[in-house]
């Protein structure tokens, strides 16, 4: 017989002085067994749904909008309307200045939703995230051009 079906006959036949102790033993074995349960639940159903994943646009946007030192995104060209002439990019990151606003993050070729959705996730309303492409379609019609392709 398990522990807590025995923990629950020994409540169950009328014990002496040690029943709260016997019952408080049981409800936390049992709180404990629920929440293993539920932790379990929402990992699974997590699993099913899918987790949120940054996109590439998405993760690049962030990078150059907070200037991480160190990243893969050190090599895109950043424009400063405020700064005059010929300027050396290293230089321009290591400028103190203003936080970012206004982010337009355009696609030469083909966009899609989740992109844009996954910008939108990280715009707040500290910084607007504008999304273009040349080409915005939906999955069948880029289905179907992959087809026209084999």
Known sequence: MSDAMQDASGMTSGGGAGDPDMLSAFMARATNQATG???????????????????????????????????????????????????????????????????????????????????QMISDERRVISYGSTELIDPCVFLNQLGKLA
């Open 37 to 119: 349960l539920l932790a379990k639940a929402t990992e699974r159903v997590g699993t099913m749904l899918g987790k949120v994943h940054k996109h590439r646009a998405t993760r690049v946007v962030e990078n150059l909008c907070e200037m991480k030192p160190n990243s893969e995104d050190e090599e895109y060209l950043y424009l400063d309307p405020k700064v005059k002439g010929d300027v050396d990019v290293s230089v321009l990151r290591n400028m103190t200045r203003a936080p970012v606003r206004d982010v337009i993050a355009f696609m030469i070729g083909g966009g899609c939703y989740a992109e844009y959705q996954n910008l």
